[in-house]
């Protein structure tokens, strides 16, 4: 993917907005889509994820949208929280191979008071 | 993730030392991988593995070399570190079944530093 160099997209939202991250993906045959939450210091944690045959996937105050025909992705936070800020990233799996994920660059999300 | 434990979490090291980063796991998962992280470039996978038997080159392998001792151990080594192998360094694990077949749990990073 394209370098994006050392500074990641930021969103600052005010706590108890509703945040949208949105992520492009590269590869067609991707069937499977992860999105992860990585906070200061810690490895990533698994949030929600989405397969292929679906375009949307409702969690816990978050939901994740898949739109295949212009391969994009979008998590959706819902009344946002100081805790959730963090650098998310998404990741899809490259169709059959099965064995990685292919990550995005993240993007941080800054929750205000 | 208590799960996934790397050692050691902080290293500085000089040019042209060996380092390894050590990985365990008590998930059971079959699968575990190495990824590093710079700044502003996401995760990049160095090796996975799907079993003891089975090790494969991932995205950015030169200057690395791994060793699936066990099921529940992978290790990483630097032959001799170079200070562009400054990274965070991940380990992480995934399971064959079924689910979320795919989700990846990973451990809490190594900080490593060559000088």
């Known amino acids: 993917g394209e370098s994006v160099g050392l500074h990641l997209p930021t969103l600052s939202v005010q706590e108890g907005d509703n945040s949208i991250i949105n992520c492009a993906y590269s590869?067609?045959?991707?069937?499977?889509f992860i999105w992860y939450k990585q906070e200061s210091g810690k490895g990533p944690q698994f949030i929600i994820d989405?397969?292929?045959?679906?375009d949307k996937r409702q969690g816990q105050r978050v939901t994740v949208l898949l739109n295949k025909t212009v391969k994009h992705l979008s998590l959706q936070i819902a009344a946002t929280q100081p805790g959730d800020s963090a650098v998310y990233f998404c990741?899809?799996?490259?169709?059959?191979?099965?064995?990685?994920?292919?990550f995005g660059k993240g993007t941080s999300l800054l929750v205000t008071p | 993730d208590a799960d996934v434990t790397q050692t050691p979490r902080n290293r500085i090291t000089k040019t042209g030392k060996r380092i390894m980063l050590e990985c365990s796991q008590t998930?059971?998962?079959?699968?575990m991988y190495w990824y590093r992280q710079d700044p502003g470039l996401g995760l990049r996978l160095i090796y996975y593995?799907?079993?003891?038997?089975?090790?494969n080159k991932g995205e950015i392998s030169d200057g690395y070399s791994v060793s699936r001792q066990a099921q529940a151990k992978f290790s990483l080594s630097l032959e001799s570190a170079i200070p562009n192998q400054t990274a965070l360094y991940f380990c992480?694990?995934?399971?064959?079944?079924?689910?979320?077949?795919?989700?990846?749990?990973f451990g809490p990073g190594t900080r490593l530093t060559v000088l």
């Open positions: 990741a899809e799996n490259m169709g059959n191979s099965g064995y990685a994920l292919n």
């Open positions: 998930k059971g998962h079959d699968r």
């Open positions: 992480a694990t995934s399971d064959r079944g079924q689910g979320r077949r795919d989700e990846q749990f």
């Open positions: 989405i397969r292929s045959n679906m």
């Open positions: 590869n067609s045959a991707s069937d499977y």
């Open positions: 593995s799907f079993d003891v038997k089975d090790i």
